[in-house]
């Protein structure tokens, strides 16, 4: 049976959504342990989450 | 005080803006409405509807040979359009370069002759056709007619080339205020002068380092501020969604691996080819990878500012048809709060992502010219 790419490109999307979750999760805890290196904690924060949606968008125009 | 000023004149600007491009939108029912009560059932009419915004949005996405600035139906039921024709230019093996403004095709209507050969702009393309304008289609609807070389100053190049030149005008004022007022900022350098700072203290410096960050200020803040402007632009209800181009977005990609290709240093090589620390038969296995990926940086540059804008626009669009597919007060004004609170969010989001393109760059830039003291 043929799986429609559709359904690689979703789970894709969950992956990359599950993925930005935990960066962002884990720069609340971060921020919360140390709010003074909050600003070097988001600039890391945003590149990471950046990097990821790169791969859910390319996962999106691939399907 | 003045701060307090800008500020608020700025977020006034920004409402205005999100208010202007419903009023376009509101064509689209004006002309529906009318369409619909002359000859269509409700139901139809509905489905008409839909198809109209579909329409709509996918007009707005694409790149067009005039800047149009809205469209109505006089009383004879015609679409008169109103905006300003652009030159198109094509080139040719034959014909060598035609040059003539794109008023003469009439939208699409008409079909212009130029040395013997007929021309016809059909969905924002130019192909070649026969005197009556026919053109052929295969199995899957797509136009078999051959195509000229288009190389017409289109809206996004207009676009381009005003915000060129609005950055030039402004930024080349913006230094020489400073050399007229002994260094103290003045007027839009208030504004300005913060943001470059930030780019230069906060991206450029701490991803390149001290000693190689100067070489690249330049196209680091020439790519932020034209990516923000353009993203901004493209909120207007000028309607020109230029970084929504994925050809705009592979061009400033391709700036960012020249750079990165052209300015790195024999570490940056080493790493690719024969990565030190790891053993022999794993940097085979890894040349490859790493090859690979020096592609795949730009590319993603290339597909996450493009897909950001244009996923933007599209649900932003497709919000406010909403307004006219709900047609009664509770669902229309909802529709409209979340237009606005959308399109506040996409002000945002033009930021964050001019933003990322710099920061990205800067990070690319940075393992370029990174100096490894140590020996693995």
């Known amino acids: 049976m043929e799986i429609p790419t559709i359904v690689g490109a979703g789970l894709i999307v969950i992956g990359a959504g599950l993925g930005i979750g935990r960066i962002g999760g884990s720069a609340m805890d971060a921020i919360a342990r140390q709010p003074e290196a909050s600003g070097k904690i988001q600039t890391a924060m945003l590149i990471a989450a950046a990097l990821i949606e790169g791969i859910g968008f390319a996962a999106l125009f691939a399907s | 005080m003045t701060g307090k000023k800008l500020t608020f004149k700025i977020a006034f600007i920004f409402m205005l803006t999100s208010i202007m491009s419903m009023a376009e939108q ?192 330049s196209y680091l803040l020439t790519v932020f501020f034209f990516v923000w402007f353009l993203n901004m632009t493209g909120l207007t209800p000028l309607g020109v969604n230029v970084t929504g181009n994925i050809t705009v977005t592979l061009a400033l990609a391709l700036f960012t691996y020249f750079i990165t290709t052209f300015t790195a240093n024999k570490n940056y090589w080493s790493h690719i080819f024969w990565m030190p620390g790891v053993p022999k038969p794993m940097r085979i296995i890894l040349a ?45 004004s909802l529709s409209f709060g979340l237009a606005f609170a959308l399109s506040i969010l996409e002000v945002l989001v033009a930021l964050l992502q001019a933003y990322i393109f710099t920061m990205l760059s800067a990070l690319y830039f940075g393992s370029a010219v990174e100096e490894h003291q140590e020996e693995h």
Not at chain 2, 100 to 126: A, D, P, R, T, W
Not at chain 2, 297 to 324: C, D, E, Q, T, W
């Open chain 2, 26 to 217: 509101e064509q689209v029912s004006h002309e529906t409405e009318t369409n619909h009560t002359e000859t269509e059932a409700i139901h139809s009419g509905k489905e008409k509807q839909q198809q109209e915004i579909k329409d709509f949005v996918n007009h707005h996405l694409k790149d067009s040979h005039d800047f149009s600035l809205y469209n109505y139906t006089n009383d004879d039921g015609e679409k008169e359009h109103i905006g300003i024709p652009l030159p198109i230019i094509l080139i040719d093996a034959e014909n060598g370069v035609t040059a003539f403004m794109s008023s003469e095709f009439q939208h699409g209507k008409k079909v212009v002759e130029v040395n013997g050969k007929y021309l016809k702009l059909y969905h924002e393309k130019i192909y070649y056709t026969d005197a009556d304008g026919t053109i052929n289609y295969d199995e899957n609807h797509h136009a078999t007619n051959k195509r000229p070389y288009d190389f017409s100053i289109t809206k996004s190049v207009v676009m381009i080339l005003v915000t060129s030149i609005l950055m030039f005008i402004l930024f080349r004022n913006l230094a020489l205020s400073y050399a007229k007022n002994g260094g103290v900022p003045t007027g839009a350098g208030r504004f300005f002068e913060p943001i470059i700072i930030y780019i230069r203290d906060e991206i450029a410096i701490p991803n390149i380092g001290e000693k190689h960050y100067k070489k690249y200020m």
């Open chain 2, 288 to 332: 490859p990878i790493e090859l690979l990926g020096t592609i795949i940086k730009p590319f993603s540059l290339m597909i996450r500012l493009y897909a950001n804008m244009v996923a933007g626009h599209v649900v932003l669009m497709s919000i406010i048809g909403l307004v006219f597919l709900f047609k009664n007060w509770l669902g229309s």
